[in-house]
């Protein structure tokens, strides 16, 4: 097994390729077999996967809430 790569894009991945890469880390977390070094890599990316993932879904609820704010003030 390798250690995964790093990328430097992470945070211009969607929110499906960030959340389809973070279930591949986590399968192979899972599968065990990784080296200590690799198992911290995968675990290091997770981590990054995850943040990206969080900020979709925090700029979803933003959104979200300001277009029901929004229809509050039409009422």
């Known amino acids: 097994m390798s250690t995964p790569p790093t ?3 992470d945070k211009d991945l969607s929110y499906e390729d960030a ?3 973070l279930l591949e880390v986590v399968r192979t977390l899972e599968q065990g077999g990784a080296t200590l070094e690799e198992s911290i890599a995968l ?3 997770g981590e990054r996967l995850a943040e990206v993932c969080q900020q979709w879904l925090d700029g979803a609820r933003e959104r979200l809430e300001a277009v029901l704010a929004g229809a509050a003030d039409e009422d």
Do not use: F, K
Request: aromatic content about 12%; glycine content about 12%.
């Open 19 to 21: 959340r389809a890469q």
């Open 43 to 45: 675990w290091e990316r």
């Open 7 to 9: 990328t430097t894009g």
